[in-house]
C-alpha cells in the first residue's frame, strides 16, 4: 500500500536545518519542505494543490514566521499512481528568512559513495503513530539508504524507477507530515539535498522511498524552474557560485557554501563536518 509519509520515526527534535520548512495553507502546515534558493522551496509533488504559506522554525505550533506562497510548480511528469517524479517547487513572494540549502549536483548511483553512508532525513511528521501526536515538532532522523533506481526492492514498493531510491532500516523511519521533507548527503563536509519524501508503508515501521533531487532532476525540472522563478537574482542556486553574494553573516549564494566553512565571518549551516564556527550552536535562523 503506497502511504504518504506521517511522522519521523527513531529521530530526535532538530533545531540545526533552519532551511527545512513547513509547508500548507494559511492555517496550518501539512507537509514538510526545503528552501533551496531564496525565493524557491522544494517539496512533493503529493503536497501539490492549495500550498499557499510556508513557515519557519523548529516549533510549528508556536506563532511561526511564514511567507506566502506566489506561485507553485509540479513536475510534469508526476505520476499519481506510482509517485514517480514526486516533486513540486513553490516561489516565495519574497526572500525566506533563513539560508537556503545546497542541492546534491552529481549523478546518484549503487556504489559506495551512495549506498552506505549516512543520510539525515527531516520533516514535521507526528511523533507517535499510534496517538497522532506530536505534528508540528521538526525532528530528524539519520541512516543509510539500501538502493537507488531504478531497482528491485522488495518491501512495500516492490520496484522503484529512476526517479526514487529505497531504505529500510529497523525503528527509524520518515513517515504525511514529513511527505516534502528532505534527505540530505554529505558531500565534501557539506550536507547536499539528494531527496525529497515521498511514500512508505503503513504505519511507517519497514520502509519507504524518496524522490531524488540529483543531477537529473536538476538539470529537468529544478533549475529551469528556480532559473525562471528567480531570473533577476544573480544570487539564485544555479550551480555556480557568486562570491559577491556573500559578505556575511548569514550564506545567500548556497552553491558557495563549501568556501565558507571556516571562520571567516560568514555561517554556513550546511557545512556539517565540521560544523562552520561562524554557526552559533542549535541556530535556528528563524527568529524563534
Given at each position: 500500500?503506497?502511504?504518504?509519509?506521517?511522522?519521523?520515526?527513531?529521530g530526535a527534535v532538530d533545531t540545526a536545518h533552519a532551511y527545512v520548512v513547513g509547508?500548507?495553507?494559511?492555517?496550518?502546515?501539512?507537509?514538510?519542505g526545503t528552501v533551496i534558493s531564496r525565493r524557491t522551496v522544494i517539496t512533493a509533488g503529493h503536497c501539490h494543490g492549495g500550498l499557499t504559506r510556508v513557515f519557519f522554525g523548529t516549533n510549528l505550533g508556536r506563532r511561526s514566521a511564514s511567507v506566502q506562497v506566489e506561485t507553485s510548480r509540479r513536475h510534469p511528469e508526476y505520476d499519481p499512481g506510482s509517485l514517480q517524479n514526486?516533486?513540486?517547487?513553490?516561489?516565495?513572494e519574497s526572500d525566506a528568512p533563513v539560508q537556503p540549502a545546497p542541492l546534491l549536483r552529481e549523478?546518484?548511483?549503487?556504489?559506495?559513495?551512495?549506498?552506505?553512508?549516512?543520510?539525515?532525513?527531516?520533516?514535521?511528521?507526528?511523533s507517535d503513530g499510534v496517538a497522532g501526536t506530536g505534528f508540528g515538532?521538526?525532528?530528524?532522523?539519520?541512516?543509510?539508504?539500501?538502493a537507488i533506481g531504478?531497482?528491485?526492492?522488495?518491501?512495500?514498493?516492490?520496484?522503484?524507477?529512476?526517479?526514487?531510491?529505497?531504505?529500510?532500516?529497523?525503528?527509524?523511519?520518515?513517515c504525511a507530515g514529513?511527505?516534502?521533507?528532505?534527505?540530505?548527503?554529505?558531500?565534501?563536509?557539506?550536507?547536499?539535498?539528494?531527496?525529497?519524501?515521498?511514500?512508505?508503508?503503513?504505519?511507517?515501521?519497514?520502509?519507504?522511498?524518496?524522490?531524488?533531487t540529483d543531477y537529473d532532476q536538476i538539470s529537468r525540472f529544478i533549475q529551469p524552474t528556480i532559473d525562471e522563478f528567480e531570473a533577476d537574482n544573480p544570487c539564485r542556486a544555479d550551480g555556480?557560485?557568486?562570491?559577491?553574494?556573500?559578505?556575511?553573516?548569514?550564506?545567500?549564494?548556497?552553491?558557495?557554501?563549501?568556501?565558507?566553512?571556516?571562520?571567516?565571518?560568514?555561517?554556513?549551516?550546511?557545512?556539517v563536518s565540521p560544523p562552520d564556527p561562524d554557526c552559533a550552536p542549535d541556530d535556528d535562523g528563524a527568529g524563534e
Open positions: 500500500m503506497l502511504t504518504s509519509r506521517q511522522r519521523i520515526v527513531g509547508v500548507g495553507n494559511r492555517g496550518r502546515a501539512y507537509c514538510s514526486d516533486l513540486t517547487l513553490l516561489k516565495l549523478s546518484m548511483a549503487n556504489s559506495r559513495w551512495y549506498i552506505g553512508p549516512d543520510y539525515t532525513f527531516v520533516g514535521y511528521g507526528v515538532m521538526r525532528r530528524a532522523v539519520t541512516f543509510p539508504i539500501l531504478p531497482a528491485q526492492v522488495g518491501g512495500t514498493p516492490g520496484t522503484i524507477d529512476a526517479t526514487q531510491f529505497y531504505y529500510q532500516v529497523p525503528a527509524m523511519n520518515t514529513d511527505s516534502g521533507g528532505p534527505a540530505f548527503l554529505v558531500r565534501w563536509g557539506v550536507e547536499r539535498h539528494a531527496g525529497v519524501t515521498s511514500f512508505g508503508d503503513d504505519p511507517c515501521t519497514l520502509d519507504g522511498v524518496q524522490a531524488r555556480l557560485c557568486d562570491a559577491s553574494c556573500d559578505v556575511g553573516p548569514d550564506l545567500v549564494d548556497p552553491d558557495c557554501a563549501d568556501r565558507h566553512c571556516g571562520a571567516d565571518g560568514v555561517c554556513a549551516l550546511a557545512c
